[in-house]
C-alpha cells in the first residue's frame, strides 16, 4: 500500500519568502507528526495532531512556522518569512493512533538562498 | 522530556561482523522504534519493541523496559547496513511526540 508521501521532494526558496510543505500520511492514520532534521543532526520535533483533538504544537521553533491538517488527512507545515537556518530536512510520520509504530515519509530538502 | 542516548556513536565493521547497538533510555516507555536512515535520507522502520524481543532476519531487537534499554543486534553485517540507526521512544505520560536519540553511524566496509 501507499506510504507516506510528502511534496516537494526538494525546495529551494530565497530568504525571506514564504513556503508550504505538504504530507500525505497513510490512509486511516490518526495521528501525524512532523520533525526537522538538520545536516548531520538528530531529529527535532515539531508538531503533532491527533484525529480532531487540539494539535500540539510544543515543538514549533518560532511563531514563523505553523501548520494545520484538512479533515483528518492532509497536512500542510507553512513556514513563513524564512531564514537561512531553516534550512533542513522536513519529515512527516503518521501512525494509526497515538503510541504506535510510526512511518515516515522520503522527506522535503529545504534549502534557504 | 525523556533523555534517550544511544552508542556507540559511530562503528566501523568488516564485512560478515557482528554488532550490538544500544539505547537508553530515561523513563518509563510505551513506545520504541529502531529505525535505519539510509544514505538518501529515508527512515526504515526496522523494529517496534516497546519490550520484548523480535527477530527479522539478520536483524533482532530486544527491549527490557524496566531496566529502561533496548539493544539492536545485527549479524553478518552487509554494505547496505551502513547508515545511521535511530533508537524513538514515547513516554508512557506527558508528551504526545517520538524522542529520538542522536544515532550510531555505522559504517560497513567489504
Known amino acids: 500500500g501507499a506510504g507516506v508521501s510528502q511534496s516537494p521532494s526538494n525546495k529551494v526558496t530565497e530568504k525571506g519568502k514564504d513556503v508550504e510543505l505538504r504530507c500525505d500520511p497513510i490512509?486511516?492514520?490518526?495521528?501525524l507528526y512532523w520533525y526537522r532534521q538538520s545536516l548531520g543532526q538528530g531529529l527535532e520535533f515539531l508538531i503533532y495532531?491527533?484525529?480532531?483533538?487540539?494539535?500540539?504544537k510544543s515543538g514549533l521553533p518560532s511563531d514563523r512556522f505553523s501548520a494545520e491538517r484538512t479533515g483528518g488527512s492532509v497536512s500542510t507545515l507553512t513556514i513563513q518569512r524564512t531564514q537561512q537556518e531553516d534550512s533542513a530536512v522536513y519529515l512527516c510520520?503518521?501512525?494509526?493512533?497515538?503510541?504506535?509504530?510510526?512511518?515516515f515519509g522520503q522527506g522535503t530538502r529545504l534549502t534557504v538562498v | 522530556g525523556i533523555q534517550v542516548e544511544q552508542s556507540p556513536p559511530d562503528l566501523i565493521l568488516q564485512e560478515g561482523a557482528n554488532s550490538t547497538l544500544r539505547c537508553n533510555f530515561s523513563?518509563?516507555?510505551?513506545?520504541l522504534q529502531w529505525f535505519h536512515q539510509n544514505p538518501w535520507g529515508q527512515l526504515i522502520n526496522l523494529f517496534y519493541?516497546?519490550?520484548g524481543t523480535k527477530q527479522n532476519g539478520r536483524l533482532s531487537a530486544t527491549t527490557v523496559a524496566t531496566e529502561r534499554y533496548s539493544l539492536l543486534y545485527i549479524s553478518s553485517s552487509q554494505t547496505t547496513d551502513s547508515g545511521v540507526y535511530f533508537c524513538?521512544?514515547?513516554?508512557?505520560?506527558?508528551?504526545?511526540?517520538?524522542?529520538f536519540g542522536t544515532g550510531t553511524r555505522l559504517t560497513v566496509i567489504p
Open positions: 523513563d518509563s516507555v510505551n513506545n
Open positions: 510520520a503518521s501512525s494509526p493512533q497515538r503510541y504506535t509504530e510510526a512511518f
Open positions: 524513538a521512544v514515547g513516554e508512557q505520560t506527558g508528551a504526545n511526540n517520538l524522542f
Open positions: 490512509s486511516g492514520h490518526t495521528a
Open positions: 495532531f491527533q484525529g480532531n483533538s487540539a494539535p500540539d
Open positions: 519493541i516497546p519490550s
